[in-house]
């Protein structure tokens, strides 16, 4: 078990626990150099985790410390459960990947009914139904709901491309998935988290809803900064929890941990390697899109799959996605041919956050011979 300040092995060390160690100390350092007031920090290579720590205070000005059990919000990290939950039913053969959107909802409709009836759920998935950027998130924002969304201003909304080859990246559209697989299964998006992969993974402090987190004891609200190293404790929104596969999970560290490990492919009883390999299949290039990493990696390194980003790090694939909400951070990226992941949730929108990926993938790299003739 990791404790905040403490990490206790489970075993003896190896190369691969000395890297874990040394990224944690490059981590812990610039959390400090940032005045960063919370995170929690996972490591896991195939099916160990490697390193799990909480660093830093649940609420500045108070005592008690962040563990590896203190729930935060992931923001957009919840758009790669909604990847992977309709995998599970594709899985089952309950959903198909070429299913139309309105065989599940004969109403949605776009100004252009023709590319709304051509809409299939893997374009949901993708950002790839040719809607505009951010496509009514002001509307999420101001607490509407998905279906009122969908009934009264899809029907006006424009299209700014084809379906399947034009990217903009989208909340509301991606979680017309919750009502497609309600409609197929009668079960609500936080009843498939739950039975699908919370807890078959052990992932015992996730939910998908705001009073879940408001009723957690160990839970760490957002921060905003009031000065150079001065956080003030805000309060936690229920923004966005009308939109959960967008952007409504809340989970620990150990938690993603678990997810980790089940993205890896060694939980074979929950998603199947077939399965990750569609949904980290990529659809489209986002190279007109604000550069991810710019200090790391080209414009044409980057692409999206269904509820992930896959970047090509020097011929390394990388599935990777970060997440922003209410004042949280939080990054996600694995390599799937190593079977090496990392994921850090923050509690306060920190610059560590744009770094912490590209610096642990340098030094895997740096390691990599070394830990393969281990």
């Given at each position: 078990m990791a404790?905040?300040?403490?990490?206790?092995?489970?075993?003896?060390l190896?190369?691969?626990?000395t890297f874990?160690?040394?990224?944690?100390r490059?981590?812990?350092?610039?959390?400090q150099?940032?005045n960063?007031?919370?995170?929690?920090?996972?490591?896991?290579?195939?099916?160990q985790?490697?390193?799990?720590?909480?660093?830093?205070?649940?609420?500045?000005?108070?005592?008690?410390?962040?563990?590896?059990?203190?729930?935060?919000r992931?923001?957009?990290?919840?758009?790669?459960?909604?990847?992977?939950?309709?995998g599970?039913?594709?899985?089952?053969?309950?959903?198909?990947w070429?299913?139309r959107?309105?065989?599940?909802?004969?109403?949605?409709?776009?100004?252009?009914?023709?590319?709304a009836?051509?809409l299939?759920?893997?374009h949901?998935?993708?950002?790839?139904t040719?809607?505009?950027?951010?496509?009514f998130?002001?509307?999420?924002?101001?607490d509407?709901s998905?279906?009122?969304?969908v009934k009264?201003?899809?029907?006006?909304?424009?299209?700014?491309?084809?379906e399947g080859?034009?990217?903009?990246?989208?909340?509301?559209?991606?979680c017309?998935?919750?009502?497609?697989?309600?409609?197929r299964t009668?079960?609500t998006?936080?009843q498939?988290?739950?039975?699908?992969?919370?807890?078959?993974?052990?992932?015992r402090?996730?939910?998908?809803?705001?009073?879940?987190?408001?009723?957690?004891?160990n839970?760490?609200?957002p921060?905003?900064q009031?000065?150079?190293g001065?956080?003030h404790p805000?309060?936690?929104?229920?923004s966005?929890?009308?939109a959960?596969?967008?952007g409504?999970?809340?989970a620990?560290?150990?938690?993603?941990?678990?997810?980790l490990i089940?993205?890896?492919?060694?939980?074979?009883?929950?998603?199947?390697t077939?399965?990750?390999?569609q949904v980290?299949?990529?659809?489209?290039?986002?190279?007109?899109?604000?550069?991810?990493?710019?200090?790391?990696?080209?414009?044409?390194?980057a692409?999206y799959?269904?509820?992930?980003?896959?970047?090509?790090?020097?011929?390394?694939?990388?599935?990777?996605h970060g997440g922003?909400?209410?004042g949280?951070?939080?990054?996600?990226?694995?390599?799937r041919?190593?079977?090496?992941?990392?994921?850090?949730?923050?509690?306060?929108?920190?610059?560590?956050?744009?770094?912490?990926v590209?610096e642990?993938?340098?030094?895997?790299?740096?390691?990599?011979?070394?830990?393969?003739?281990h």
């Amino acid at each position: 078990m990791a404790e905040n300040g403490k990490a206790t092995p489970k075993r003896p060390l190896t190369r691969l626990d000395t890297f874990a160690r040394d990224y944690a100390r490059y981590f812990e350092a610039n959390l400090q150099l940032t005045n960063t007031p919370g995170a929690a920090l996972v490591i896991v290579k195939d099916t160990q985790v490697l390193f799990m720590k909480g660093y830093g205070l649940r609420v500045a000005g108070k005592s008690d410390s962040i563990d590896e059990n203190t729930v935060f919000r992931i923001g957009s990290l919840s758009k790669g459960f909604a990847g992977v939950l309709p995998g599970l039913l594709v899985q089952d053969s309950q959903l198909h990947w070429n299913d139309r959107v309105k065989d599940y909802c004969p109403d949605f409709t776009l100004r252009d009914p023709k590319q709304a009836s051509r809409l299939e759920l893997w374009h949901l998935l993708s950002h790839t139904t040719g809607l505009p950027y951010h496509a009514f998130t002001n509307l999420i924002e101001q607490d509407y709901s998905v279906q009122r969304i969908v009934k009264e201003y899809f029907p006006i909304a424009p299209v700014s491309g084809k379906e399947g080859t034009f990217y903009a990246y989208q909340n509301v559209a991606m979680c017309i998935m919750e009502e497609v697989m309600f409609q197929r299964t009668g079960k609500t998006y936080a009843q498939l988290l739950s039975e699908r992969i919370f807890n078959p993974l052990g992932m015992r402090h996730s939910s998908c809803d705001f009073h879940s987190i408001q009723n957690e004891p160990n839970k760490t609200p957002p921060h905003v900064q009031t000065g150079w190293g001065s956080w003030h404790p805000d309060k936690i929104s229920s923004s966005y929890y009308n939109a959960a596969a967008a952007g409504g999970i809340n989970a620990s560290i150990h938690d993603m941990g678990q997810w980790l490990i089940c993205l890896l492919g060694y939980r074979q009883d929950v998603a199947w390697t077939t399965t990750l390999d569609q949904v980290f299949k990529p659809v489209v290039k986002t190279d007109k899109e604000r550069r991810i990493f710019p200090r790391w990696l080209p414009r044409d390194a980057a692409a999206y799959a269904m509820g992930w980003r896959v970047l090509d790090d020097q011929g390394d694939t990388i599935i990777y996605h970060g997440g922003y909400v209410n004042g949280y951070k939080s990054e996600i990226a694995l390599n799937r041919k190593d079977g090496i992941g990392i994921c850090v949730l923050f509690n306060a929108a920190t610059p560590l956050s744009n770094n912490c990926v590209p610096e642990f993938f340098q030094q895997w790299k740096k390691v990599q011979s070394l830990v393969k003739r281990h």
